[in-house]
């Protein structure tokens, strides 16, 4: 199983990136679809997460800035991040993840943002 995660770059303190996920249509139905991210030398953290039925939730360090959205039709997974910092800087991951039999986790590959300061 391939995800596909695209839309990372540089870019300066305060712009703006757009992260897309695609995913195969078989592993997305009740699955939650989210982004992750590891920076150097720390673990991988939650981004955000879109449940099946559209519940986002987001992490703690994300205050307000990102913004993530799913389309069930395309199979993708979106994140629109404004507001970049230099401490977002990382390898971001696109992950799905089914909780209901047959359970499974798939991984991205991951794509890279640089924020400058």
């Known amino acids: 199983v391939q995800l596909q995660a695209s839309g990372g770059g540089l870019v300066q303190a305060g712009g703006s990136l757009r992260l897309t996920c695609a995913a195969p249509?078989?592993?997305?139905?009740?699955?939650?679809m989210a982004w992750y991210r590891q920076a150097a030398g720390k673990q991988r953290e939650l981004v955000a997460s879109?449940?099946?039925?559209?519940?986002?939730r987001y992490g703690d360090s994300i205050e307000g800035r990102f913004t993530a959205s799913r389309d069930n039709r395309k199979n993708e997974l979106y994140l629109q991040m404004n507001g970049l910092r230099p401490d977002d800087t990382a390898i971001y991951y696109c992950?799905?993840?089914?909780?209901?039999?047959?359970?499974?986790?798939?991984w991205g590959q991951g794509t890279l943002v640089t924020v400058s300061s």
């Open positions: 992950n799905v993840k089914r909780r209901v039999t047959p359970t499974y986790s798939y």
């Open positions: 879109v449940s099946s039925g559209g519940t986002t």
């Open positions: 249509g078989s592993i997305t139905s009740a699955a939650d």
